[in-house]
Nanobody
């Protein structure tokens, strides 16, 4: 059974940091591209960051470049999103996604709220 379980969300003040984790199971983790998406209230889901299976290709949305870092540990089948210098506009539900060809898996999401 495929599972993606996000954790690490919460409430943080502007300028603070959070580290999201996505624990994966039930599929060949190292062969999948891992992505983080987010969806704010009333807005469409947007791609935040993506990392290839071997971590040799990494991409970020312009809105998070220089502040967020995506990584993965294939031995632990876990993906991460380190978020620094958080802004109120980063408030959203963050989702983990695993994708390979036509296969596409999603986690349940974790809430990140940036507020003073």
């Amino acid at each position: 059974q495929v599972q993606l379980v996000e954790s690490g969300g919460g409430l943080v003040q502007p300028g603070g940091s959070l580290r999201l984790s996505c624990a994966a199971s039930g599929f060949s983790f190292s062969t999948y591209v891992m992505r983080w998406y987010r969806q704010a209230p009333g807005k469409e889901r947007e791609l935040v960051a993506a990392i290839s299976g071997t971590s040799d290709s990494i991409n970020y949305a312009d809105s998070v470049k220089g502040r967020f870092t995506i990584s993965r540990d294939n031995a632990k089948t876990t993906a991460f999103l380190q978020m620094n210098s958080l802004k109120p506009e980063d408030t959203a539900v963050y989702y983990c996604n695993a994708c390979k060809m036509w296969l596409d898996y999603w986690g349940q999401g974790t809430q990140v709220t940036v507020s003073s």
